[in-house]
């Protein structure tokens, strides 16, 4: 693992903690997690295994510690390395595609529904959801919006970020 991808993956961990830190919690708890969007970048720069599983751990433990959800830590702590190992997987099965951008944003729609997914499953069984709220009800009020916003937000922001990582030599230029 090289040292500028290390500081590069820290530095977008550091910036999703901040979002996901300020981000006020909306429903029982639940916000949308803006630590996602850094993963996958993250993911979709450096896209080795170990880097995958460095920052998949990582933003599992950050997103444990600024939760807003009551008993929201274990839950996190399994859905960010699996959510970040299953989008590594799909990433390597369309990173051929023309649209860079189009990919990433379509990836990190897939991408938050199934860290959603994981996240509600996981807090289901270990700490059960909060109030009378069901699972369809949290993933309907609060992983579905957040899919939109991190799309949004992906789409926006990837291009950008590629650009700098570009002009700054800490990716190789796309031929």
């Given amino acids: 693992m090289k040292t500028k991808e290390l500081v590069a993956m820290a530095l977008f961990?550091?910036?999703?903690?901040?979002l996901h830190a300020?981000?006020?919690p909306f429903f029982y708890g639940m916000k949308p997690d803006m630590m996602l969007i850094m993963m996958f970048m993250g993911i979709l720069l450096f896209p080795r295994l170990q880097n995958v599983l460095v920052i998949g751990a990582v933003t599992g433990v950050?997103?444990?510690?600024?939760?807003?959800?009551?008993?929201?830590?274990?839950p996190n702590i399994i859905d960010k390395p699996l959510t970040a190992l299953m989008f590594f997987g799909v990433f390597l099965l369309v990173k051929?595609?023309?649209?860079?951008?189009?990919?990433?944003?379509?990836?990190?729609?897939a991408g938050t529904v199934l860290s959603?997914?994981?996240?509600?499953?996981?807090?289901?069984?270990?700490v059960g959801l909060p109030g009378n709220q069901g699972f369809i009800t949290l993933f309907s009020v609060v992983v579905l919006p957040a899919a939109?916003?991190?799309?949004i937000a992906m789409a926006v922001i990837f291009p950008i970020v590629q650009s700098i990582m570009k002009r700054s030599r800490l990716i190789e230029q796309v031929k």
């Fill in 13 to 18: 961990v550091a910036i999703g903690a901040a």
């Fill in 22 to 24: 300020v981000i006020p």
């Fill in 62 to 74: 950050i997103s444990a510690l600024t939760t807003a959800f009551p008993g929201g830590q274990l």
């Fill in 96 to 109: 051929k595609l023309n649209s860079k951008t189009l990919a990433a944003a379509g990836l990190t729609a």
């Fill in 116 to 126: 959603g997914t994981i996240f509600l499953t996981a807090a289901l069984f270990i």
């Fill in 148 to 151: 939109v916003i991190n799309t």
